[in-house]
C-alpha cells in the first residue's frame, strides 16, 4: 500500500500562485509515476502533470504548460506542484496520485490516490 497526502491549497486571486505538495509513503517504488489529476464541480477528473520517480520525465496538459511545473524530492518522497499565473479556470480539487504501470495520462489507471486539496482562485 502507498499513502498520498496532499497539502498546499488554498484560495488566491487570478495572477497568484500556490505550491502543492503530495507526501508519499508507504510502499512506494522508484518505478512509479506520480500524478496530478484536478476535479471541478459537475466535470470529470483531468490530467493535470505526472512526473517519474526514476529518471524525472515530465508531462503537462496542455491548459497549464508554461505556468505549472512539477519536480520531486526522492528524500523526501514528495513531490511538488508550482501553480503561477493561476486563472479562475484552474479552480477545482487537486488530486495526487501514483502509478505503478499503465497511461500516465489516464485517471483509471492510476493505483492510489490522495484526499485531494481545494484550489480556489477568483477574479
Known amino acids: 500500500q502507498v499513502q498520498l497526502v496532499e497539502s498546499g491549497g488554498g484560495s488566491v486571486q487570478a495572477g497568484g500562485s500556490l505550491r502543492l505538495s503530495c507526501a508519499a509513503s508507504?510502499?512506494?517504488?522508484?518505478?512509479?509515476?506520480m500524478g496530478w489529476f484536478r476535479q471541478a464541480p459537475g466535470k470529470e477528473r483531468e490530467f493535470v502533470s505526472f512526473?517519474?520517480?526514476?529518471?524525472?520525465?515530465?508531462g503537462y496538459a496542455a491548459s497549464v504548460k508554461g505556468r505549472f511545473t512539477i519536480s520531486r524530492d526522492n528524500a523526501k518522497n514528495t513531490v511538488y506542484l508550482q501553480m503561477n499565473s493561476l486563472l479562475p479556470e484552474d479552480t477545482a480539487v487537486y488530486y495526487c496520485?501514483?502509478?505503478?504501470?499503465?497511461?500516465?495520462?489516464?485517471?483509471?489507471?492510476?493505483?492510489?490516490w490522495g484526499q485531494g486539496t481545494q484550489v480556489t482562485v477568483s477574479s
Open positions: 496520485a501514483a502509478l505503478n504501470r499503465g497511461n500516465v495520462y489516464s485517471a483509471r489507471d492510476y493505483d492510489y
Open positions: 508507504g510502499r512506494t517504488s522508484p518505478s512509479y509515476a
Open positions: 512526473i517519474r520517480w526514476n529518471g524525472g520525465n515530465t
